[in-house]
Nanobody, 125 residues
């Protein structure tokens, strides 16, 4: 069973930046796609960004487009989420997810195969 290990969360002020990272426990794991989702207190989990591993195609939620960037480091087998111009509404637990094979739709959490435990991002005003 592949585990996804996230890091990089923390407490920041509005306007600041953060870099989240996610790496699989097995270095040889090659996903079809890697995603970031988030869940704010009292809210449902929502899609943030996705990256198809081979093609490098990216997708973003409208709420983070132009502020967040998802990218990968093939050498480290790691996916990152660069978050700029953070706002209090970005406060949430951020989850990394991976799709290994099979049916996948980029913003559908139900189609993901593996999940990290989440990392908390808190943005103060």
């Amino acid at each position: 069973q592949v585990q996804l290990i996230e890091s990089g969360g923390g407490l920041v002020q509005a306007g600041d930046s953060l870099l989240l990272s996610c790496a699989p426990s097995e270095p040889t794991f090659r996903p079809y796609a890697m995603n970031w989702f988030r869940q704010a207190p009292g809210e449902e989990r929502e899609f943030v960004a996705a990256l198809t591993w081979s093609a490098g195609t990216t997708f973003y939620a409208d709420s983070v487009k132009d502020r967040f960037t998802i990218f990968r480091d093939n050498n480290k087998n790691t996916v990152y989420l660069r978050m700029n111009s953070l706002i209090p509404e970005d406060t949430a637990v951020y989850y990394c997810a991976a799709k290994e094979r099979g049916f996948y739709y980029y913003n559908n959490a139900q189609t993901m195969d593996y999940w990290g435990k989440g990392t908390l991002v808190t943005v103060s005003s």
